[in-house]
């Protein structure tokens, strides 16, 4: 009996029994005891620990682009055995990202195995329980399904990735659903909507709650250079958005991207799931260089959306804001929904937005109730915008 | 024009400006030269640098359960600007796992994207280019679908998690698959294959060459005290695997597993999939405790599969080793595989295994020819066991 419980044991750690044996034991870390956060770190070696969080006191600072607010380093404190500690008190609840940096050098809290990646960087990721976070906690009981789908885009002349989410229910009747087509931001990818963005959780409880209507959310990859997210594949050489001329044609046709939507990723989802393959049962949203894709798709291919989604973006002030948004009023539409809060960087641009669509008398929903040019604005935004489609 | 540039360079970057224009550039880390591989990280402060990898050279070490061949750290040495420095010369070709001890505290390499999670425990890893490792790259063109499902279990009262994996092309004409039923070990998830096991990367390559037959592979979470891997939920209160008798009778009925893979992973499966749901279209495999899951699943249910693998796993001691194998030698089946090497902790009991196989005259195909109770062992024993399924 005692060498099978020495066998079982040595299965079961058998890749990690050092780390078991040797070290010792794991720390709770991070702890979120109601609205307090602590964190802490082995490090007995260590002569400064700092903790980088984005639920840490807000501070105002200088930086390139002017004067910002943003949460500021704090230093934990060592305690026995060499274990550093902080306590955040009194925090809001959130979706927090964090570091930590032991004698300069920025690394992931060893104890905590929510990870995520922000485009070249890695952090841990935190929920303190609220009302703002609770739709961003995994639904109590159904739970979509999230794929991963390489898909032929001619457009491109390669295969790329996307992230789908479909319903709990999905493919259990001849049911079809509606599709929302969602775009990230510049430097994101297709995987930084369901990590950063949540979308599966924020999907997950609304429709639980019934407060959405089911639906198909796809996630492609918009980025010229890259086939799917860097952690899978290293960008492709050519250029990425990066360096484009904002007031050139091209960039405002939307170049391969749109193309690669209108040509590939609709017709692969409409061929491959079961939708509502019509006006009616697509809508397109996207954030900063998402949001000019979805401003620019629609304005060439106004036959295909019934809704429209533009966060954290609008016109610059070279285009003709009316010109664009013409053809839109011209084929008729459902929602025209556009989130941006004052603070944001692309609030210039969205008030362009804003004014053109009041000028041409075109029914839209602003929501300004957000703050900067961050995944905060457009967690929100999607738990806000995603009921009022396909209703 | 100057003002437009830089409202792109703000868009774009964001999230991460003050690491983008604040900090020094990111290094080349891991730097695959051949068969060279240079791990480098930038710690100014630090007085000690090691480097923890599986592709450093072997030592034989103590442990607790006796001597052992394990790759031992490495002493990283520090050049300019603070920045350290190994390179790891001529390298086997494979994938491999490692993390950076800074000053004792273990974390990852910051300017490497690729991290997977073992367990509680994450790390890098890397793959150096080469005969063995080829299968593990990305496939050239044609990558097979990776879904996160949810399905409903009522053998756990819950809904759980599980991956499937489909092959490129899936969906596209009334085509019926075959079904691997791929298990993990313990201390694992339904990550662990994925991740750890290259499955989605093995499968995409074997098929693209036509090496296997186009199936479905799916990874259920085998865990009882996991309803999804500890990223994403934290475990359930209730027993793990750890501790249970591995002579009992109920241990080796799978207890709720196997159950819940009878009720309810083969059903949903055959209702939600295009699967060929017949004996000759089923498949199961699994890794130590996924093999006994495999071993007692088949021998409870041997109507159900044609082909069966068990990997670094048998027959304990106290078991009746031709009692459980001959309802399947009377069920009849296509292959049966068994994967081990003779320093494997599980070899005993695979030898047990071969035994009983030889004296029932169980035709039977046993695969030696790799190494330890590791990963390696099981990516190796893919890449040679799914060629022959549902042939």
């Known amino acids: 009996m005692k060498k099978t419980v020495l066998t079982i044991i040595s299965l079961i750690f058998a890749t990690s029994i050092f780390a078991q044996f040797g ?107 609220g009302e703002k976070s609770e739709l961003y906690l995994e639904a109590e009981d159904q739970k979509g399904t999230l794929l991963k789908v390489w898909y032929p885009s001619p457009a491109f002349g390669a295969n ?36 950063l963005g949540r979308a599966r959780q924020i999907m997950d409880n609304l429709i639980a709650q019934g407060k959405a209507e089911p639906m198909i959310v796809v996630m492609p ?16 050489p050519g250029p990425s958005l990066f360096g484009q001329d904002m007031e050139s044609d091209e960039f405002h046709a939307g170049g391969a991207y749109t193309k690669s939507l209108v040509e590939d990723i609709i017709p692969y989802v409409e061929s491959h799931f079961d939708v509502i393959a019509k006006k009616e049962g697509r809508a397109i949203a996207g954030l900063s260089m998402g949001g000019i894709y979805t401003l620019y798709t629609t304005a ?54 804003l004014k053109a669509l009041d ?9 300004d109730k957000v703050g900067g040019h961050t995944w905060d604005t457009w967690r929100v935004c999607l738990k806000e915008m995603a009921p009022l489609l396909f209703k």
Request: charged content about 25%.
């Open 221 to 236: 990859n918009a980025s010229p250079n890259q086939l799917a997210s860097p952690d899978v594949l290293e960008p492709i």
């Open 300 to 353: 060439r291919h106004p036959e295909l959306f019934d809704y429209i989604g533009v966060l954290s973006m609008g016109f610059t002030p070279g285009r003709d804001a009316k010109a664009e948004l013409t053809p839109i009023k011209d084929a008729g539409y459902e929602l025209y929904w556009v989130g941006c809060g004052e603070t944001d960087m692309a609030y210039d641009n969205a008030e362009r937005l």
């Open 23 to 129: 070290g010792p034991p794991r720390l709770v870390s991070p702890e979120i005891d109601g609205n307090n956060v602590t964190i802490r770190i082995r490090a007995p070696k260590a002569i400064k620990v700092e903790l980088n969080g984005a639920f840490l006191p807000v501070q105002e600072v200088e930086t390139p682009m002017g004067r910002m607010s943003r949460p500021m380093p704090v230093e934990m404190k060592e305690g026995d055995d060499g274990v550093w500690e902080y306590t955040a008190k009194d925090v809001v609840p959130d979706f927090y990202t964090y570091t930590i940096s032991v004698d300069g050098v920025s690394m992931l809290d060893p104890n905590n195995l929510k990870v995520l990646r922000n485009g070249q960087n890695m952090s841990n990721y935190l929920i303190v329980p």
């Open 160 to 195: 790329r990735r996307m992230y789908v989410y479909t319903p709990y229910g999905y493919g259990e009747t001849n049911k079809k659903y509606p599709v929302l087509y969602l775009q990230h931001g510049g430097g994101g990818d297709e995987d930084a909507w369901s990590s």
């Open 359 to 367: 000028e041409l008398n075109m029914e839209h929903t602003y929501f």
